[in-house]
């Protein structure tokens, strides 16, 4: 990662403990042509560690490599050299994956389900009940703002309010209190304060629950 920069603090409720969620040493990555030859380091000797109860952010301009580092962390890469645990397995471990909540740059939902019905899918995924799928929706509707357009077709919405709704499905991993997940969120400035009440409303109810790898789109959000 040439240019990134890594910056952390706990912010739910100032707990921090010791207990290691992510760790990284020696990540790289060099992407390479169709001989086989190296053509870019996209991700050059990293180390860092995201611990239980902190907000970790990855921040850098375009190029710099925050979302490759994302990926090689959800296992859609593979590294070229150096290890990579999260909650102590392999990224490509299964049952690590059903604790991961991931934001993409782009959020690709199905356009003529409504908010609700979008919420309800995810939380299926999660084999949450009906009366769980339903309390968590309509919790996370509210807190991104999205509470009075439940019966609006996502796909009638702008992309910030599409934001919004890729940002609340992440949270189905947080049914239970009690178990340690992991968002990975590439955000810009329409959606931080979406972020801000969700980890405020978390922290009243789970203290110490969640490790938050945050990916910036650009140096000049940080300072928001």
């Not at 739910?12 to 086989?36: A, C, M, P």
């Not at 189905?172 to 801000?196: E, H």
Request: charged share 25%; aromatic share 8%.
């Amino acid at each position: 990662m040439p240019v990134a920069e890594l910056n952390r603090k706990s912010e739910i409720g100032n707990h921090k403990s010791e207990e290691v969620v992510v760790s990284v040493r020696g990540l790289t990555k060099v992407f390479k042509d169709f001989w086989n030859r190296p053509k870019a380091r996209a991700v050059d000797n990293v180390d860092f560690e995201v611990r239980r109860g902190e907000v970790f952010g990855l921040l850098g301009p375009n190029g710099s490599g925050k979302s490759t580092t994302v990926k090689l962390l959800l296992g859609l890469l593979n590294p070229t050299k150096g290890h990579i645990e999260v909650f102590g397995h392999s990224p490509r471990h299964v049952q690590t994956k059903s604790r991961i909540g991931y934001l993409p740059e782009e959020s690709y939902l199905y356009r003529y389900l409504n908010s609700r019905e979008t919420l309800d899918f995810f939380g299926n995924l999660f084999h949450l009940s009906k009366a769980e799928r339903d309390n968590r929706a309509e919790q996370l509707l509210e807190m991104v703002g999205l509470g009075k357009t439940q019966t609006r077709a996502v796909g009638e919405f702008s992309k910030g309010m599409q934001r919004r709704i890729g940002l609340a499905h992440t949270q189905f991993a947080d049914a239970t209190c009690g178990t340690i997940r992991l968002k990975l969120l590439k955000l810009g400035a329409l959606v931080r304060i979406s972020v801000r009440r969700i980890k405020v409303a978390m922290a009243s109810a789970c203290p110490w629950q969640d490790a938050f790898a945050l990916a910036h789109a650009r140096l000049r959000n940080a300072a928001a």
